[in-house]
C-alpha cells in the first residue's frame, strides 16, 4: 500500500483520483528534489477522493448552483472571516466589511452576502472564482463539519488509504482537516503529517468542532502517534486564517510560512517547496532527519 497518502480539499469535485496524482505528483517530486531526496515509485503515492460526493448528482448534493439567498448563519461566517482577511491583505482593492456593517439586518441578507461576494471578486485571491463556484465550496467546509452522513463518507475514505506501511500524510485546504482527524483516529505508523494552506486554526468554525474536540484548556489533540507536523502556510492565503498552529496543537507543530506567488492557496505551488520537500523526507527517511 502507499507510503504517501495526500488528501485534496474544497473544489476538487469535477476531477478524480487519478487527475489529482497526475497533478500533485510532480509537485512533490519538486519539492522533494530541493530537499536533496527523491520519491520516484508513484505506486507509493495515492490521493484519496471525495469530490464526487459534492457533485450535484450525488444524493448528499442539494443544489447547482447556490445564490446569495442559500447562506445558512454559518455559511456567512466563514464568508465573512474570508471577507476580512481578503480585505486586510489587500486594503487598496478589497473594501473592509465595516463599511456595510449598517446592512446587516435581516431584512437585507442577501444583500450583505452579494456585497460580501462583489467585494471578493477585487481580491486577487479569488480571481477567476466565480461566486456559485465560491458559495458552492464553502458550502463544503459547512457540510463536512456538521452534516454527519457527509463527515462519515469523506473521513472513510481517508482512512481507507492510511495502512501499515503509510509513513507520510498531506492534507491540503480543508483536506488537512480531513487528514488530521483521519490521524486521530487511525495514525498506523504515520511519522509526518503536513498541513497545507490549512483552516485547521479557525478557532469557532472549525477547531471548535474538531474530532476529537479540544480539551478543557483548548488545546487540540495530536494525531494520533505521528512524530513530526509541519504546517506550511503563505502569507496570503486567506483559507489560512490562523498561520500558526502550534499555539492550538502544542509546541511540537513546526509552522512554516513559504511564498507562493500570486496562487498562494494553490496545492502544487505548496508542494513545490523545499520546506514541504524537507518535511516528506523526514517521514520516508526518518534516519537522516
Known amino acids: 500500500m502507499a507510503k504517501v497518502v495526500a488528501v485534496h480539499g474544497i473544489g476538487q469535485q469535477f476531477k478524480g483520483a487519478p487527475i489529482l496524482v497526475r497533478e500533485w505528483w510532480p509537485a512533490l517530486r519538486s519539492g522533494l528534489q530541493l530537499a536533496n531526496a527523491d520519491f520516484s515509485d508513484e505506486s507509493d503515492f495515492v490521493c484519496p477522493f471525495y469530490g464526487h460526493l459534492f457533485r450535484p448528482s450525488e444524493a448528499l448534493s442539494t443544489t447547482t448552483t447556490y445564490r446569495a439567498e442559500d447562506l445558512d448563519p454559518e455559511d456567512w461566517t466563514l464568508l465573512e472571516l474570508w471577507w476580512r482577511a481578503a480585505a486586510e491583505a489587500e486594503p487598496d482593492m478589497v473594501p473592509s466589511p465595516e463599511e456595510f456593517a449598517a446592512d446587516k439586518t435581516l431584512v437585507r441578507w442577501p444583500q450583505i452576502v452579494q456585497r460580501a461576494l462583489n467585494a471578493l471578486a477585487k481580491s486577487t485571491f479569488w480571481a ?6 465560491l458559495l458552492g465550496d464553502l458550502k463544503q467546509v459547512v457540510h463536512y463539519l456538521n452534516n454527519p452522513e ?24 480543508l483536506g488537512s482537516v480531513v487528514a488530521y482527524e483521519a490521524l486521530c483516529c487511525k495514525s498506523e505508523n504515520v511519522i509526518s503529517f503536513l498541513s497545507l494552506g490549512s483552516p485547521l486554526g479557525i478557532r469557532n468554525l472549525i477547531f471548535a468542532k474538531l474530532t476529537p474536540r479540544p480539551n478543557a484548556a483548548g488545546m487540540g489533540a495530536w494525531p494520533g502517534h505521528v512524530r513530526h507536523w509541519t504546517n506550511i502556510a503563505d502569507r496570503g492565503d486567506v483559507v489560512a486564517l490562523q498561520k500558526q498552529l502550534a499555539p492550538l496543537f502544542g509546541d511540537k507543530v513546526k509552522d512554516v510560512l513559504v511564498n507562493n506567488g500570486s496562487n498562494a492557496h494553490h496545492g502544487e505551488r505548496y508542494l513545490t517547496t523545499r520546506e514541504a520537500g524537507e518535511a516528506i523526507r523526514a517521514g520516508l527517511w526518518p534516519t537522516s532527519y
Open 128 to 133: 477567476g472564482i466565480s461566486q456559485h463556484l
Open 150 to 173: 457527509v463527515h462519515a463518507k469523506v473521513l472513510g475514505a481517508v482512512i481507507n488509504n492510511i495502512t501499515a506501511d503509510t509513513q507520510v500524510v498531506i492534507g491540503h485546504s
